[in-house]
Nanobody, 122 residues
Framework: QVRLVESGGGLVQPGGSLRLSCAAS????????MAWFRQAPGKEREFVGY????????RYADSVKGRFTISRDNAKNTLYLQMNTLKPEDTAVYYC???????????????WGQGTQVTVSS
């Protein structure tokens, strides 16, 4: 069983940066694929990126590719999302997730955090 808690969200101007963290509890954290999803007001939850348990495989949505970087520190049981060159359309609640497989479908992930709000506005 894994418990996930996101943090690091806030208000930032367009072009700015934020780093989100997801703290995980669970002795098998290092063997889970971890992912970030987001949900903007009035929209469906969408895939942002994932990282394999070893960190060797990553994939990003086209909308964030080149701007966002997902990473993990298994020793600290923490997942990160570095977000650069933020745009207003990045405004959403960001969720971290954990699962035994990897992919862009939310159905692949068994555990979810409560979400953290990211607002990009001038």
């Amino acid at each position: 069983q894994v418990r996930l808690v996101e943090s690091g969200g806030g208000l930032v101007q367009p072009g700015g940066s934020l780093r989100l963290s997801c703290a995980a509890s669970g002795r098998t954290f290092g063997h889970y694929t971890m992912a970030w999803f987001r949900q903007a007001p009035g929209k469906e939850r969408e895939f942002v990126g994932y990282i394999s348990w070893s960190g060797g495989s990553t994939r990003y949505a086209d909308s964030v590719k080149g701007r966002f970087t997902i990473s993990r520190d298994n020793a600290k049981n923490t997942l990160y999302l570095q977000m650069n060159t933020l745009k207003p359309e990045d405004t959403a609640v960001y969720y971290c997730a954990a699962g035994g497989a990897y992919g862009s479908s939310s159905s692949l992930y068994d555990y979810w955090g409560q979400g953290t709000q990211v607002t990009v506005s001038s």
